[in-house]
Each structure stands twice: as structure tokens, then as C-alpha cells.
């Protein structure tokens, strides 16, 4: 079965509870139930993790790249306009990824209007609320 990893990463944990005007009410083990259950329809499996810290993701990330998960969804949330390290990773990584923001970061403020790891993914869905993740899966699926 093919496998697609989702890495949701700093303060995606806090779901539901955060700015719920800006990223809605539903949590982040609601939002993964409900992929997951698409992903089984689709005939996928989904492989999920989340983490505050920088380090712990690109180490997810390495060890799925070296597990043979070729197909990613990845929200990295703050680390996207900040990290370095997350893109040398993903670029470094033989994960395609599709990056995805629930909100619409080319509408807010100025420093969410660069995505330092989106050069390094396959593609970039934002502004879609939790759909994007499900585009996504889709996507990802169909290949
Ligand atoms: C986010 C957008 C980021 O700018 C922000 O730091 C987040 C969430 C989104 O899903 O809209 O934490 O990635």
C-alpha cells in the first residue's frame, strides 16, 4: 500500500484551541482521523507526526525518507518562513512533498509571504482551510 507521510508541524498541535477565527475549531487528532479515513477510501496509508521542535521533524523526515516514503504532505506552520534547516532537509530527503497552509499566508502579514521550504516541495495549497490537506491527499494518491 502506498504510504504518505503527514508532518504537521510548531503549534499545529494547539488546534481548535488557537486563533480558531484564523485556523477553525476542529483539533489536530480530529483533523488526522478525518484524513485518515479519506486516505483508507483512497487506499493509502497515511504515516503522522507532529512536533514544536525543528530537529525532531527533519529526523521524521530523514527516517521516512530512509523507510521508502516517496509521497509527504507537510504543514511546517511558523518553521515555513523560518527554517533553514527544514528545507535543506526536504530537498536533501526523496520525499515528495506537498506543502499546505490552512490559511491564505499571501493575505496576512508580510513575513508569512515567504515560504522558505515551498522551493524545495512539489507543490504549495494555501487558503483552503483543512481542505487543503485533503487536495492534497488526493493529489498525492492519484500519482
Ligand atoms: C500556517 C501559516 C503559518 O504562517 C503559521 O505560522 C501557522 C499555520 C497555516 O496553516 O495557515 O502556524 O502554516
Redesign the pocket.
Known amino acids: 500500500m502506498k504510504k504518505i507521510a503527514l508532518i504537521n508541524?510548531?503549534?499545529?498541535d494547539r488546534l481548535g484551541k488557537r486563533e480558531p477565527q484564523?485556523?477553525g475549531s476542529e483539533t489536530l487528532p480530529e483533523l488526522v482521523s478525518a484524513i485518515k479515513a479519506e486516505a483508507e477510501k483512497l487506499g493509502v496509508e497515511i504515516i503522522d507526526y507532529q512536533s514544536n521542535v525543528e530537529g525532531e521533524i527533519v529526523n521524521k523526515i530523514y527516517e521516512l525518507s530512509d523507510a521508502g516514503v516517496e509521497l509527504g504532505i507537510i504543514?511546517?506552520?511558523?518553521?515555513?518562513?523560518t527554517s533553514i534547516a527544514l528545507r535543506d532537509c526536504i530537498a536533501g530527503a526523496s520525499i515528495k512533498f506537498v506543502e499546505?497552509?490552512?490559511?491564505?499566508?499571501h493575505k496576512?502579514e508580510e513575513f508569512?509571504h515567504t515560504s522558505l521550504t515551498a522551493p524545495v516541495c512539489h507543490a504549495q495549497i494555501?487558503?483552503m482551510g483543512r481542505e487543503?490537506y485533503f487536495a492534497a491527499l488526493r493529489y498525492l494518491a492519484s500519482l
Open positions: 508541524g510548531v503549534n499545529l484564523i485556523y504543514n511546517p506552520a511558523a518553521f515555513t518562513h499546505v497552509h490552512i490559511s491564505n499566508i496576512r508569512r494555501c487558503g487543503g
